[in-house]
């Protein structure tokens, strides 16, 4: 008899003799997974027995990578403490952002009110009352050179969350480190760039699925001849989430998606090793530990075979899946605010326990409104306690070795993986996005969840158990003043005001040439925008060759 | 037989975040209603799809903080089309201070965060 079977044989023994007199909870099911998944009461080593060591959890910084992607992980380097903000005018997100270096940020994360995301201009008036709203206005060069003034883009790395006009800030980003004599290679940075999930998940996509593919690739395969420390894109799975996705779903998508974005650069006879390692991922987590340490170790699995044996990537760091992770706002509640803060510490740890590169804790207010300076810092502190206070990050993977975190990586992996090839079994990610499929998939698993909040099925504390009294919720919150806004406005009309059109002109019009061709369009994009062309005329003159998506009911 | 409720939701704006309109929206055909889902339209668009469609109540969503300018703005087109019995009621990132704003303005009922759906489904069903 092999120990596990011993073991095994004890266990049922135990459960008759010891356990089956108590009286416990029996049916408890995993919270996470959108899926029907058992938790067993106790885990054993005969859980895992299939598990081989060396081959399916093996080192760190080894394949597959279950461990972590770094040797010694936060040894070697503490994660980057990202906190996303951004809001009004490029002037009052610059104090934010030098208040937030000054505490101890190590990275920028830069938000983008709705207008710059679908590709308006600050002085388009029929978009006036979302100026500045929910991240900062961005339309011309100009506003990128007073976002980061007195910043050194050498010594920083700014994460920037978009999409649709993600090219255009990427070319922004290298003309003001061209201004200021800072070489392109020194320059580090993301812009998400993630194009795919625009369409089922977050909404700021402008042109239909396929020539925004191409934009996509086009910055990634710029990056990798230009601005080689700068990742072109962050494949991200945590706005699936933050819309109701579940565990399992979120992964699917984020790793379906990447493999489209792999396959369209491939196919322009690029090889595998020479974009893949700067490909990275963004995924949000919630509260339970367990379950999400257990994600992000399947995940990384996952992905190491994904690159090795269907793309043949042969530079182990094609095959990292590095991972800028979020506390999950969906999770923080309007009553009782201040537990949201105990969430996020819960949140938070469950992402450094899994092994993230990058973090961002949100603000405990994120369920009233944008967070202030004071909640910004507590988000901030929150990591940096864990960071210093915890001995978290003294030893690489802590929770691995545990009989349910290993059997649970492994029922996680299955799951994912199964529910992948269902979805590629339907279509590609295209075709699922364009039929609806996915929205349709977030949106069932989102109105399951809602009613099981509602029920009382899933205990949400301070809301649906353990409410207190009625009680009027002091809060102070982020407001915007309308005057800030206003001098924005006029800002924008004078720069155009003042710029060579006719260069501007110009330029459009070679960059509607390049469109309508094959050829790269970033150069393009560059030009114009050294020129103070704004974000709504590329962005028009592209629609014009592009067309616009109409989007699927469901 | 008495007509079913009708219903349009809309998220209001640019703001994207889908899910809480939809989840809305299926709990409320759930409870018998016809749903009308636009997705994202601006205040003029909402107005003209209600009317033409004859609705009894219009739904909005928004999460971006645009709510204090765009949702009061439905109510006046209404008014000024002489419209006065479909409700308009609202839903998402609503900081609290905002609410007796909204309700001044025209807006039947507020549904922040984490707003019950049976709560919201009757409201909208008028047996509440």
Same mark, same amino acid.
């Given at each position: 008899?092999?120990?596990?079977?011993?073991? =095994?044989?004890?266990?049922?023994?135990? +459960? =008759? +003799?010891? #356990?089956?007199?108590q009286s416990y909870k029996k049916n408890v099911k995993a919270m996470l997974t959108g899926v029907d998944l058992d938790v067993d009461v106790l885990y054993t080593p005969a859980d895992i027995k299939d598990t081989d060591y060396l081959e399916d959890i093996g080192f760190p910084g080894e394949f597959p990578f279950t461990r972590g992607v770094y040797p010694s992980m936060y040894r070697g380097r503490l994660w980057t403490m990202r906190q996303y903000s951004g809001f009004d005018t490029p002037e009052e997100s610059n104090a934010r952002y030098k208040y937030l270096l000054a505490q101890g940020n190590t990275g920028l994360s830069v938000a983008f009110d709705l207008p710059s995301q679908m590709g308006y201009d600050s002085d388009n008036e029929d978009i006036e009352e979302e100026v500045g709203k929910v991240g900062v206005a961005i339309s011309t060069l100009k506003d990128m050179e007073i976002l980061f003034d007195g910043i050194n883009l050498g010594e920083i790395t700014t994460s920037f969350t978009i999409n649709g006009i993600a090219s255009i800030i990427l070319a922004m980003y290298v003309a003001v480190a061209d201004e200021r004599g800072i070489p392109r290679e020194k320059i580090g940075g993301t812009i998400q760039n993630d194009i795919l *999930? +625009?369409? =089922?998940a977050r909404g700021t996509y402008l042109y239909p699925p396929k020539p925004s593919l191409r934009l996509v690739a086009d910055a990634i395969e710029y990056c990798m001849n230009d601005v080689p420390k700068f990742n072109p894109i962050s494949i991200s799975?945590?706005?699936?989430?933050?819309g109701g996705a579940s565990m399992v779903q979120e992964a699917s998508f984020t790793m379906l998606n990447g493999m489209t974005y792999i396959e369209s650069i491939i196919a322009r006879g690029i090889d595998v090793d020479k974009f893949a390692p700067r490909l990275s991922y963004l995924l949000v987590n919630h509260c339970n530990i367990f379950e999400e340490v257990a994600r992000y170790r399947a995940v990384r699995r996952i992905w190491a075979h994904v690159m090795r044996d269907r793309f043949n990537a042969k530079d182990p760091r094609s095959m990292m899946f590095r991972v800028y992770s979020a506390g999950c706002g969906d999770v923080l509640t309007y009553a009782e605010p201040e537990n949201n803060i105990v969430r996020l510490t819960l949140m938070t740890l469950a992402g450094i326990l899994g092994g993230s590169q990058a973090y961002f804790t949100p603000g405990y207010d994120e369920a009233y409104a944008l967070p202030t300076e004071e909640t910004a810092l507590l988000g901030l502190r929150t990591q940096q306690i864990i960071a210093y206070e915890s001995g978290v990050p003294n030893t690489v993977d802590p929770l691995g070795g545990s009989y349910y975190i290993e059997w649970l990586t492994d029922k996680i992996e299955d799951e994912i993986l199964k529910y992948m090839k269902h979805l590629e079994e339907r279509g590609n990610m295209v075709e699922l996005v364009e039929q609806g499929y996915i929205q349709s998939e977030m949106a069932r698993i989102a109105f399951e969840k809602t009613k099981k909040k509602m029920s009382g099925e899933e205990v949400v504390v301070g809301v649906n158990k353990f409410q207190a009294s009625e009680k009027k919720e002091q809060i102070q919150l982020h407001q915007t003043d309308p005057e800030v806004i206003k001098k924005r406005i006029e800002s924008v009309k004078q720069v155009k005001k003042e710029r060579d059109n006719d260069k501007v002109a110009h330029c459009l019009k070679d960059l509607k040439k390049a469109a309508e061709g094959t050829e790269n369009m970033m150069p393009y994009i560059l030009e114009t925008v050294k020129a103070y062309g704004s974000v709504e005329e590329i962005v028009t003159t592209l629609k014009e060759v592009f067309g616009e998506f109409k989007e699927p009911l469901i | 037989m008495k007509k079913a409720i009708r219903v349009v939701i809309a998220r209001l704006g640019m703001d994207a975040h889908w899910r809480g309109s939809v989840?809305? =929206?299926?709990? !409320?055909r759930d409870a018998g209603m016809e749903v009308i889902y636009l997705g994202n339209q601006m205040p003029e668009a909402i107005v003209e799809t209600a009317i033409q469609e004859d609705v009894n109540v219009i739904g909005l969503s928004t999460l971006s903080g645009n709510h204090l300018e765009l949702a009061p +703005?439905?109510?006046? #087109?209404?008014?000024? *089309?002489?419209?006065?019995? !479909?409700?308009?009621? #609202?839903?998402?990132? !609503?900081p609290p201070d905002d609410i007796p704003k909204l309700k001044a303005a025209g807006i039947a009922e507020v549904f922040g965060t984490g707003s019950s759906l049976e709560k919201i489904v009757r409201f909208v069903s008028g047996s509440d």
């Open positions: 008899m092999t120990k596990e079977t011993e073991i =095994a044989k004890e266990k049922k023994r135990w +459960e =008759a +003799e010891t #356990l089956s007199g *999930k +625009e369409y =089922a799975g945590g706005h699936y989430r933050s | 989840v809305v =929206a299926r709990a !409320i +703005e439905v109510v006046r #087109l209404l008014r000024e *089309k002489g419209i006065r019995d !479909i409700l308009v009621i #609202l839903g998402g990132t !609503i």
